[in-house]
């Protein structure tokens, strides 16, 4: 049986997709866009989240630590973070919750028990469960069986994805989505790669191949100022769209700042700290610049 890394599993979503919703996010991506809201999503491998102001300094952390990642400086515990394996031995010891891991490994009955707790919601609203991540096609066995599981059962599916994914793992995962929601940050191949870390021929096929072969797609693109907003990735990012389907639908989200304390943290800098939310009429102002291309342009998810 096949297992997955999983962060979290929210319940009642209304973000991710049609109807109220669950939405399972899994850990690791391809990508380290700058401006991410789920840091603790982007590595691999599994991480320890600290909350130092929560410490009452017990020591019982100190006692079970076996890498010496924990030392006591004038009575207060002192986390060196480049010593932690992340093995959780603290996290069980602490009873003030200073420290979590980031993720959790599951089984797909684990994770099909919490997505079958809410089926009455997704029949009432037409909801159902999103895969997120992280990237969830970067686990594409679990997930693949969870699509599959979920079809079974009749619960609607999303996958979010941004695209830099394995052709064959897409292709194959097409046939058991219900929606897709394509994550596109930018049109410039360069530009993308200076703030994802990859650039994005493989995104900008992969959603052709999509649109051309999948009949639910939907294209989110945030709003980052400063970094894709300017007029001529919006009208390029226009063009394309319109060019793999007439009618395409796209959600334009604004940037927001609710991920900016995860990276404290997870002992990493935000490297974009005086962004600033777009407000409502720049919104406006490109939700209609966008739909010049006959586009379905909608603000939020």
Not at 202 to 231: F, K, M, T, Y
Request: hydrophobic fraction near 35%; include cysteine; glycine fraction near 8%.
């Amino acid at each position: 049986m096949v297992n997955g890394n999983v962060v979290n599993i929210m319940k009642y979503s209304i973000h991710d997709g049609p109807g109220i919703r669950t939405t399972v996010f899994f850990k690791g991506c391809p990508l380290n866009c700058q401006w991410c809201h789920n840091p603790e999503s982007q590595e691999f491998d599994q991480e320890l989240m600290y909350w130092p102001d929560r410490c009452i300094a017990c020591g019982q952390c100190l006692e079970v630590c076996p890498n010496g990642a924990i030392i006591s400086t004038e009575g207060r515990m002192q986390y060196l973070r480049e010593q932690c394996t992340a093995c959780g031995e603290c996290c069980k010891a602490c009873p003030a919750g200073v420290r979590a891991l980031v993720a959790k490994a599951m089984s797909l009955s684990e994770v099909m028990t919490e997505i079958e707790k809410d089926v009455i919601f997704y029949d009432e609203s037409g909801g159902g469960v999103t895969f997120s991540g992280g990237e969830a096609l970067m686990q594409p066995e679990f997930l693949l069986e969870l699509l599959k599981s979920c079809r079974k059962k009749e619960i609607h599916t999303a996958v979010e994805t941004c695209g830099f994914v394995n052709h064959d793992s897409l292709k194959l995962m097409s046939d058991y989505v219900d929606l897709f929601l394509y994550d596109l940050k930018l049109i410039d191949s360069n530009k993308h790669q200076d703030v994802t870390g990859v650039p994005n021929e493989r995104i900008l096929s992969n959603l052709q191949w999509l649109a051309e072969h999948h009949p639910r797609v939907i294209v989110r693109l945030a709003i980052i100022p400063g970094i894709n907003d300017d007029e001529d990735n919006l009208c390029k990012t226009g063009e394309f769209i319109a060019s793999l389907k007439q009618g395409m639908e796209i959600h334009i989200l604004p940037y927001h700042k609710a991920g900016v304390d995860k990276y404290q943290r997870l002992g990493r800098s935000y490297c974009l700290p005086e962004l600033q939310s777009p407000d409502k009429e720049r919104m406006d102002k490109i939700a209609r610049k966008l739909e010049r291309f006959s586009l379905r342009v909608k603000i939020g998810g």
